[in-house]
């Protein structure tokens, strides 16, 4: 089974930049869907987006369309989340997963990291 590991969270001031890694070991994580999801304070977790395998079509929540960018380096085998326009309500806990299939449900991923807080001041 693939182990996932988070970083790059922190704490960032709203408008900023932030760049999460999932880094796999154990398996190719390029071999399936990898997807983002967060969870913030008192709330459920929620998606965020995914990428197909091998690095192949991306599709985004709503909230972060535009904003967020996922992308594969199948050599260093990590997947990257790429947040601009930060804004507060981006503050959570962010979860990478890998996935049967590329799919906002989370019993999709079977496969979760411990996640990487990333907080947005106003």
């Known amino acids: 089974q693939v182990q996932l590991t988070e970083s790059g969270g922190g704490l960032v001031q709203a408008g900023g930049s932030l760049r999460l890694s999932c880094a796999a070991s154990g398996r190719t994580l390029s071999t399936l869907p990898t997807g983002w999801f967060r969870q913030a304070p008192g709330k459920e977790r929620e998606f965020v987006g995914a990428?197909?395998?091998?690095?192949?079509?991306?599709y985004y929540a709503d909230s972060v369309k535009g904003r967020f960018t996922i992308s594969r380096d199948n050599a260093k085998n990590t997947v990257y989340l790429q947040m601009n326009s930060l804004k507060p309500e981006d503050t959570a806990v962010y979860f990478c997963?890998?996935?049967?299939?590329?799919?906002?449900?989370?019993?999709?991923?079977?496969?979760w990291g411990q996640g990487t807080q990333v907080t947005v001041s106003s």
């Open positions: 990428i197909g395998r091998i690095g192949g079509s991306t």
């Open positions: 997963a890998e996935g049967k299939v590329m799919s906002r449900l989370e019993r999709m991923y079977s496969s």
